[in-house]
């Protein structure tokens, strides 16, 4: 009941996610996907994808998805980070597995920022937003229902 970590505590590695830091540097600079990402835990195939820019050439998308195979990850943890860099693109390629994904589960904390991001993108996400929710929203909890209601989106 004091500030700080209990004495009994394993103390966090803080070299943890260097080598996934490193290979975020490298792909930035135009490497390769990493080779190592198969082998990676969850946590170190999150902290890669989410620590790449934002904002990517589909070119870069391209070389991710045809290395790591992300659009068919199994773990979906790992696959909202990347379909949440995908929608952020625009990046075709992702829409069968965002689809796949927003009408199979329902879960809010991937449910609504996938679906207000791609609300918010009137020309290309809008449409993509309009088409899973009309499908999906019977699926969804009424808290998530009510708050994508907001969106206009039908349904």
Request: hydrophobic share 40%; net charge positive; no cysteine.
């Amino acid at each position: 009941y004091k500030p700080g970590l209990p004495s009994n505590v394993a103390r966090p590695d803080p070299a943890a996610f260097a080598s996934v830091d490193q290979s975020v540097r490298a792909f930035v600079a135009g490497g390769a996907a990493p080779s190592a990402f198969s082998g990676w835990t969850t946590a170190e195939k999150m902290r890669f994808i989410n620590k790449l820019p934002r904002k990517m050439a589909t070119s870069r998308l391209d070389a991710l998805n045809n290395a790591l195979k992300l659009n068919d990850a199994g773990n979906n943890e790992v696959l909202f980070a990347w379909l949440d860099l995908a929608v952020r693109n625009r990046y075709d390629p992702a829409v069968p597995a965002l689809e796949r994904f927003l009408t199979t589960q329902g879960r809010r904390k991937f449910v609504q920022p996938l679906i207000k991001t791609l609300a918010a993108d009137s020309q290309w996400g809008r449409p993509i937003a309009v088409r899973v929710y009309k499908v999906a929203r019977s699926s969804y909890h009424p808290i998530t229902q009510r708050d994508l209601d907001q969106l206009k989106l039908g349904g």
